[in-house]
């Protein structure tokens, strides 16, 4: 399988004016040919938008600039618009899973750039990463290369930071694990509540999305393209950025922890899309970062052979009683605690969750010989209790397994 290993560091001034006309040439050669794909009816293979964009365009007077900087990104370039238009087709098609995917839009100076080189575009000398016509730099290696890389990107995010990230070939550990499975329920202030009874708190976001609110009606306020707009527009990317690392790092830690000691990973399929459409839980459930949660352990479960599944969204987890299997139905947000009078037993709703999650997961189900009276449930918020749903049928969790 293959992984991304990303380093810091830190160009020379004469470095940083190179790479800074190695993305613009490598801007601007996306930009035209994707001009030439929407002006044209049928799409144009990669030579013919090679030869156009770089060979030919090299030989006038406006891109005779585009001959200073190494080929190899150009042609990249070009070869990244093509996969674009291949994603946003099968998309079209219903050939890609997940999310649509619109078509390429043309980049712009002020995001984050970035310049793939192939083998033969650079190499590695000791502890330095040799770039063709840039020179050599020095990441910060903060860990080893498992094997030899196939390609390197550079990048510079909006923030004026340099990475270098390497895709590298990587082989499946087989690590015992602690225990057996574990059904995760993935919440805003707490942000995971174990099957196991563990949780794991959130970090606090709010100090640094107050200051981005605030910076951000700052920069409306002022003009475009003055001096002023830039430099809070990089204000705000760097507080952007330091919510992003704080939560990276959050969840890097706490999915590696989660894989290493459980042989299977369980997960609820959330509709997050539809989630941030309440604009009073927007802002908080963009921060927490649950997509990504699910990525790390989704890929770190392939490296180690761990079982990851995820459960169908529809599952009724906060509404099933996790000892019993006795449903007592919808329950409101502010409602933390649950008393199910079938079997007595008073729940944690998150952690209630959780377990239901974890036997959605694994293809257990509850007892069915329960008695077939008529039962109350009732909910403790607090120290008041009162009753909630009348049910004489007998309620079942089924188990699908995790697609």
């Not at 770089?54 to 030989?59: D, M, P, R, S, Y």
């Not at 923030?159 to 059904?183: C, H, M, T, W």
């Not at 605690?337 to 999650?357: F, G, M, P, Q, W």
Request: overall charge positive; hydrophobic content about 35%; charged content about 30%.
């Amino acid at each position: 399988m293959k992984a991304r290993y990303q380093f810091r560091f830190y160009p020379t001034d004469q470095q940083q004016k190179l790479l800074a006309q190695l993305f613009g040439c490598v801007r601007v050669v996306w930009n035209d040919a994707l001009a030439i794909c929407k002006k044209s009816e049928k799409l144009p293979s990669n030579k013919d938008l090679q030869k156009l964009v770089i060979t030919q365009a090299k030989k006038t007077d406006e891109r005779l600039w585009l001959s200073d900087v190494s080929n190899i990104p150009l042609q990249q370039s070009v070869a990244d618009l093509g996969v674009a238009y291949k994603n946003f087709f099968d998309s079209l098609k219903g050939k890609r899973k997940g999310k649509k995917v619109g078509s390429p839009k043309f980049k712009k100076k002020t995001n984050q750039q970035s310049a793939r080189f192939r083998i033969g575009g650079f190499s590695i000398k000791g502890d330095e990463v040799y770039l063709a016509k840039i020179g050599n730099v020095k990441p910060i290696w903060s860990r080893e290369l498992p094997s030899a890389p196939s390609s390197v990107t550079v990048i510079k995010d909006c923030a004026n930071r340099y990475f270098l990230s390497f895709v590298v070939e990587v082989e499946p550990v087989s690590i015992d694990a602690k225990n057996q499975s574990v059904g995760i329920d993935l919440g805003i202030k707490t942000f995971a509540v174990m099957s196991n009874g563990e949780k794991a708190e959130s970090p606090d976001y709010s100090k640094l999305d107050r200051k981005i609110r605030k910076l951000q009606k700052k920069l409306a306020r002022q003009l475009k393209d003055s001096k002023r707009r830039n430099i809070t527009r990089i204000r705000i990317a760097k507080l952007h950025n330091k919510i992003a690392d704080t939560r990276k790092d959050f969840l890097h830690k706490l999915s590696t922890k989660i894989v290493n000691e459980n042989q299977v990973i369980v997960l609820e399929d959330l509709n997050i899309s539809g989630m941030v459409k309440n604009r009073k839980l927007a802002r908080s459930i963009s921060l927490q970062g649950w997509r990504e949660f699910r990525t790390f352990c989704e890929a770190k479960s392939e490296k180690l052979n761990r079982d990851f599944r995820v459960i169908n969204r529809w599952e009724p987890t906060s509404q099933v009683c996790s000892e019993c299997g006795y449903k007592w139905g919808k329950l409101d947000l502010s409602i933390r605690s649950v008393l199910c009078l079938n079997c007595n037993t008073e729940h944690d709703r998150d952690e209630n969750a959780s377990k239901n999650i974890e036997k959605v997961g694994i293809g257990h189900c509850h007892d069915s010989k329960r008695t077939r009276r008529q039962c109350k449930t009732t909910i403790a918020s607090g120290d008041a209790a009162r009753t909630v749903a009348t049910v004489s049928d007998v309620s079942r969790i089924t188990a699908p397994l995790g697609r």
